[in-house]
């Protein structure tokens, strides 16, 4: 009896606001394109969403959404899923984050996702990532953290020498005590560029699995998408419990009997 595969996709994206028309209708089919099942938005910018409002920047298969609002334009994050494949099970929300457990509709499991937009402030950090420890202490089993943290991890993540040591080492403290692991960007180092003509580039965005989520989805994996309408690049995560199978190098004992085998072998 084989096991059940358990495959979606979620898109992790900071839109840099949503009040534009023609980018709007940009990021709906972008996200129509993805074929994703979950939609994580940062810095929608929308001090209010209505479900109107909604359907300008969201495909008609994302029809059901929670969101953080902005604080006037500052901010503001939304959750988007597909209730075909997910029912919402509870929604909470803090300063910078918005937390939502949904379960599937087609399989028996269950997973919360924490949509982060972290604070431009290096005063607020500290509180950002005591939040991030109070959400994980009311958090059950599976859990996927995703966003736009604003914080780097070390040297790799930036283009220039201008980093603040003291919040790397604070940032990776954070992760290891939510026992979080943070999936790869494989296609790419930077997530974010200030666009200038010697331009800033750093790795702003991340996805993080606690171990109950990895277990879920052992075989996921992220791919970077064209960054056009915003100034960070959309991050499409590939969700899948499939465990790809390694080739394996079965000999043949007949092999033996025939008479160019040794002197094809040994010299090697």
């Known amino acids: 009896m084989t096991s059940e ?14 009040g534009d028309r023609d980018k709007c209708n940009s990021i709906r089919d972008h996200v129509a394109n993805c074929h994703t099942s979950i939609a994580c938005f940062q810095e929608t910018k929308l001090a209010t969403t209505s479900f109107l409002k909604a359907k300008t920047f969201l495909p008609t298969s994302l029809s059901e959404f929670r969101c953080l609002d902005a604080s006037g334009s500052r901010g503001g994050v939304l959750i988007a899923w597909d209730p075909n ?16 457990t949904l379960a599937s509709t087609m399989s028996d499991f269950t997973f919360s996702i924490t949509n982060v937009y ?19 202490e009311r958090t059950l089993g599976a859990w996927v953290v995703a966003g736009d943290f604003n914080l780097i991890r070390g040297e790799a993540d930036k283009n220039n020498s201008n980093i603040n040591h003291a ?18 960007l494989l296609d790419r180092r930077f997530t974010w560029s200030n666009g200038r ?28 998408q064209t960054r056009d309408v915003s100034d960070h690049t959309p991050l499409l995560v590939h969700m899948s419990s499939k465990i790809p ?10 092999w033996l009997l025939h008479a160019d085998l040794l002197p094809l072998v040994l010299p090697a």
């Open 5 to 18: 595969v358990r495959i979606f996709n979620l898109l992790c994206w900071n839109v840099r606001g949503l």
């Open 85 to 100: 494949a997910f029912c919402l099970v509870s929604s909470s929300t803090q300063q910078y984050s918005l937390t939502t």
């Open 118 to 136: 972290g604070p431009a402030v290096h005063a607020d950090v500290q509180h950002f990532l005591d939040s991030l420890q109070a959400i994980l």
């Open 167 to 184: 919040l790397c080492s604070l940032f990776n403290s954070s992760i290891d005590a939510l026992a979080l692991t943070e999936l790869p």
């Open 245 to 254: 199978k390694t080739s394996t190098f079965h000999f043949e004992n007949n």
């Open 197 to 224: 003509d010697d331009p800033t580039m750093e790795r702003l965005d991340r996805i993080f699995f606690n171990s109950e989520m990895s277990i879920l989805f052992p075989n996921s994996s992220i791919t970077s």
